[in-house]
């Protein structure tokens, strides 16, 4: 089925380790999105992504990296990994600005930094 | 800056019975509206969406919402809930900025639907 597929499900890290959390989308979208989702708190918007080769941070990118080679890939990169980096993580896909389209949720990632 | 307040963390109501599940904004632009829901283990996915016109939007699975600018409010309703809307619920706000759009999530009501 189309849509935005996230690995690892979940995952378990010990403090300073890192890691990749992958995402693809299969719907030819440009614009693409990383979130974090913790407990009470909504979701916060970690790094975007308007094409290909373009990406720009959102409200939370501290400890974090991204990289948009392809259409298709956004992974999120985690270099030294925090507790505070402890939550769920969404990966996102629209085929237009924002507004009017919606996003395609990919189904999380959940992490624990131990 | 803009906002979006969910006044509801919980909710919890029988079946058939009807529910709503408020969501207010703030803002000094324009703005977009959206509820989402997340099923348990699932992602978000669109329920409905606001963008102009008539302010009563229909949504999937019987939902609809009403948006109402003198309150600033996008309140989400159906008239009949099933077990199976037990869910979470979120709110979503996008105003145009000089960087372009930007979308802001409420934290999220939870509903429980109850046999």
């Known amino acids: 089925n189309a849509g935005v597929t996230q690995t690892p499900k979940f995952r378990i890290l010990k403090i300073g380790q890192s890691m990749t959390l992958q995402c693809a989308q299969d719907?030819?979208?440009?614009?693409m999105y990383w979130y974090r989702q913790d407990p009470g708190m909504g979701l916060k918007l970690i790094y975007y992504?308007?094409?290909?080769?373009?990406?720009d941070k959102g409200e939370v990118p501290n400890g974090y990296n991204v990289s948009r080679s392809t259409t298709e890939d956004f992974p999120l990169r985690l270099e030294l990994a925090a507790p505070s980096q402890t939550s769920v993580y969404f990966c996102a896909s629209s085929s237009g600005p924002e507004v009017g389209y919606g996003y395609t949720f990919g189904s999380g990632t959940r992490l624990t930094v131990v | 800056a803009q906002s979006v307040t969910q006044l509801d963390s919980q909710v919890p109501v029988f079946e058939e019975a009807p529910v709503e599940l408020r969501c207010n904004y703030s803002s000094s632009v324009s703005v977009y509206l959206f509820w989402y829901v997340q099923y348990p283990n699932q992602g978000l996915q669109l329920l409905l969406k606001?963008?102009?016109?008539?302010?009563l939007v229909k949504g999937i699975n019987g939902f609809e919402a009403e948006f109402n600018k003198s309150q600033t409010s996008f309140h989400l309703r159906k008239p009949s809930v099933h077990i199976s809307d037990t869910a979470e619920y979120f709110c979503?706000?996008?105003?145009?900025?000089?960087?372009?759009?930007?979308?802001?999530f409420g934290a999220g009501t939870r509903l429980f639907v109850k046999a």
């Open positions: 992504s308007v094409g290909a080769g373009i990406t």
């Open positions: 606001y963008l102009s016109g008539s302010t």
């Open positions: 979503a706000v996008s105003v145009l900025n000089t960087g372009g759009f930007k979308t802001i």
């Open positions: 719907m030819n979208h440009n614009y």
